[in-house]
């Protein structure tokens, strides 16, 4: 699925890096960004979208290796707003 498919502010893509820490993906009308940040780690159905309001923005690099690590079924085919 392209990234570009995802209506702007439909769906907020999240994944876990630990039962603690979400990376969270944000589609913007003008691309996407990614978010992480430390959560209670007991409901991460709810958990993701304090970290896409409030969440650290990640650097470029690191959200683009991070996407191509653990979001591989997306294809990127949007500009990274940092």
């Known amino acids: 699925m392209k990234l570009s498919e995802i209506?702007?502010?439909h769906k907020i893509i999240y994944k876990p890096?630990?039962?603690r820490v979400?990376?969270?993906i944000a589609r913007r009308a003008e691309g996407w960004c990614m978010?992480?940040?430390a959560v209670d780690?007991?409901?991460h159905d709810v958990e993701f979208f304090e970290v896409y309001?409030?969440?650290d923005k990640v650097d470029e690099p690191i959200a683009w290796a991070i996407?191509?690590?653990l979001f591989s079924q997306f294809e990127i085919d949007?500009?990274?707003i940092g």
Do not use: A, E, F, Q
């Open 17 to 19: 890096l630990s039962r």
């Open 41 to 43: 780690g007991h409901c």
């Open 53 to 55: 309001k409030t969440g």
């Open 78 to 80: 949007l500009p990274y």
């Open 67 to 69: 996407v191509h690590t």
């Open 35 to 37: 978010y992480i940040d």
């Open 22 to 24: 979400l990376v969270v």
């Open 7 to 9: 209506p702007v502010g």
